[in-house]
């Protein structure tokens, strides 16, 4: 399990749910969506100067992490299924 930093704590700077998004996809798509979990690049107190700051980035984590989410977790869309009698082609090896 890794828990990357995908919001930065250096700065007043609010990074967009999208590329948090972006950030979290790269890291499953490297080590697995499984092994993967969302977190800030370090604490947010003093290094953020207001509370709202620090607010809109959690939030910014929150919104991203759902978005990475569906599309890592989205089920595939099923196969047609075949008519009722329909033989199946033969498998060349």
């Not at 890291?27 to 290094?47: F, I, S």
């Not at 569906?70 to 082609?89: E, T, V």
Request: proline share 4%; charged share 30%; glycine share 10%.
């Amino acid at each position: 399990m890794l828990i990357p930093g995908v919001v930065g704590h250096y700065s007043d700077f609010i990074e967009h749910p999208e590329l948090v998004a972006e950030r979290i996809a790269r890291y499953a798509k490297l080590l697995g969506r499984e092994n993967v979990m969302a977190g800030t690049d370090c604490g947010l107190g003093p290094r953020v100067a207001q509370g709202e700051i620090a607010w809109a980035k959690l939030s910014a984590l929150a919104d991203g992490a759902r978005l990475a989410s569906k599309q890592l977790w989205a089920r595939r869309a099923k196969a047609p299924k075949r008519a009722k009698g329909a033989k199946r082609k033969a498998r060349r090896r």
